[in-house]
């Protein structure tokens, strides 16, 4: 029996696509492998309902040394009493280096370990996978997709009294407080629109992290046929009310990424990110529908070009109705 140690301690989405390589090591291995993951608090509630994951390390200040950090030495005192077989690292960051070097594991393999050429022709999730190339077969790895173990739905539609059919929209990112440009953003007033029109014909369920309220004051008052989520809800029961959704509207977010994982369309309105790379991962089971102008100048994400930038036309010359008409082509609803 194998044990493995994931190390992921990234945002929310990045620990989405990182669950890809799941049940990558559970069909080479076998179901009785033990998987232990090293994430941040928040996201590792994402995995609360899983089977496939043994045990949970919370990893909240990345930056402390080992001496002050009882959580990195809980790590390492779990593998010097049962080494593991296999560690796999998806961190660049150099305050992880003192860590994975005091983790006992018979094999070391991912980022710092080998050299893995980053590419503008596949998803990120896909690019992950390139890491497990010495220790997983190929057909393997070609059928290995981010998923996500859900809870039971049924008390949530009660409590939060859902319909069987509703969309969820999500306006926020990670960067709706920094100062200067969302250049990820769409306008304010674009989005209240899409509301309105529709919950002409559709329950909306509008989602958001716990500190986000505020933003969202933006798009109030509601008009009748929204339900209000934003920051009543764990990590799982949103990918539960994901899962149980007709459509998930967003842009770049993890919301994206984990309806993807969940197998639910997801519609996301792109401008400076690559819809081929930091798009969620479309596999055989979902839908991805990424909302892009391509214009000249995009993708510019993380670039010179972005930060040059002072008005990010790549999100504002979306309109309502192009996202409307994507809906209407895809979706069996009345919209």
Known sequence: MKKILIVRCGALG????????????????????????????????LFKADHRINKIFPL???KVPILL???????????????????????????FQSLLHAVQAKKKIGATYEKIELSQNINRAEEIKNYLRSIISPEVLKNSFPKIITEDF???????????????????????????????????????????????SVQIVIVGAKNEEKFFQNFMPYPENVIDLVGKNSVIELATILENAKATVCTDSAVGHISAAVNTPVFVLMGPNNPT??????????????????????????TQTMKNCTDNICMKQITVSMVLNELRSHLQLPL
């Open 154 to 200: 049924t008390p949530l539609k009660e409590k939060f009294h859902l319909s069987s059919n509703y969309i969820v929209l999500s306006p926020s990112n990670s960067h709706i407080y920094r100062s200067g440009i969302n250049y990820r953003a769409w306008e304010n007033e674009k989005w209240k629109d899409l509301i309105r029109q529709l919950t002409k």
């Open 69 to 95: 950090s009882k959580e990195k030495k809980n790590i390492i005192k779990a593998s010097k009493e049962t080494p593991y077989d296999i560690l796999i690292n998806f961190e660049y960051g150099k305050q």
């Open 277 to 302: 790379t930091d798009a969620p991962y479309q596999t055989p089971y979902n839908a991805v529908y990424p909302i892009s102008l391509g214009l000249e100048c995009s993708p510019c994400y993380k």
């Open 60 to 62: 909240k200040h990345k």
């Open 14 to 45: 990045d620990l989405v696509y990182a669950t890809s390589v799941i049940d990558a090591l559970l069909l080479e291995y076998g179901n009785e492998t033990l998987i232990d993951f090293v994430c941040t608090p928040s996201s590792g509630s």
